[in-house]
Antibody
Framework: QVQLVQSGAEVKKPGASVKVSCKAS????????MHWVRQAPGQGLEWMGI????????SYAQKFQGRVTMTRDTSTSTVYMELSSLRSEDTAVYYC???????????????WGQGTMVTVSS | EIVLTQSPATLSLSPGERATLSCRAS??????LAWYQQKPGQAPRLLIY???NRATGIPARFSGSGSGTDFTLTISSLEPEDFAVYYC??????????FGQGTRLELK
């Protein structure tokens, strides 16, 4: 069935970078936008940005501009989110989530990955 | 940035009761409002999109209404599996896409 499978938990030191992967299956990877959302422990959901796997264009939340990079590999139907200059406040579960397709860029997020816990600690 | 304010923060009800959750936007989002359910240790699940459309596989006891700045998620008769945290989300004026802070629906 349609699913997104993310990479495993990471522990990083402050100042380091982390790269989380999200592999899509059972749908046309290049046809649907992919979003990244994070959730700090006990907190709400925070949108980080979007990538168009079909064209590689991206848009990031201003809060993460300069620290986040979203990329994709069409040969493996995988999107990546890299966050640099990590600090303790970046400790969170990171989710990828499928958005709309084509002109429907404003569609809701219908499929979510299982989440990847990233812990930033010295 | 559009701010979404959900109320109440916590709602305590019993199975079989009706739940009414509110989401208010700081400016109009037309009908670009979605609702998600999240259970502990799980990813969010899409319940309602475009304010009033149930997502695939979502039971009919879940319904959404509203447009502009005021929205409501109603669960007509609570089942034990409905106790969770619910988030609203707007996607009309972005970046950034924003979420409400969540309403925790707990067992009374």
């Amino acid at each position: 069935q349609v699913q997104l499978v993310q990479s495993g938990a990471e522990v990083k030191k402050p100042g380091a970078s982390v790269k989380v992967s999200c592999k899509a299956s059972d749908y046309t990877f290049t046809s649907y936008y992919m979003h990244w959302v994070r959730q700090a422990p006990g907190q709400g959901l925070e949108w980080m940005g979007i990538i168009n796997p079909g064209g590689d264009s991206t848009s990031y939340a201003q809060k993460f501009q300069g620290r986040v990079t979203m990329t994709r590999d069409t040969s493996t139907s995988t999107v990546y989110m890299e966050l640099s200059s990590l600090r303790s406040e970046d400790t969170a579960v990171y989710y990828c989530a499928r958005g709309g397709s084509g002109s429907r860029i404003n569609d809701a997020f219908d499929i979510w990955g299982q989440g990847t816990m990233v812990t930033v600690s010295s | 940035e559009i701010v979404l304010t959900q109320s109440p923060a916590t709602l305590s009800l019993s199975p079989g009761e009706r739940a009414t959750l509110s989401c208010r936007a700081s400016q109009s989002v037309s009908s670009f409002l979605a609702w998600y359910q999240q259970k502990p240790g799980q990813a969010p699940r899409l319940l309602i999109y475009d304010a009033s459309n149930r997502a695939t596989g979502i039971p009919a006891r879940f319904s959404g209404s509203g447009s502009g700045t005021d929205f409501t998620l109603t669960i007509s008769s609570l089942e034990p599996e409905d106790f969770a945290v619910y988030y609203c989300q707007q996607r009309i004026n972005w970046p950034p896409i924003t979420f409400g802070q969540g309403t925790r629906l707990e067992l009374k």
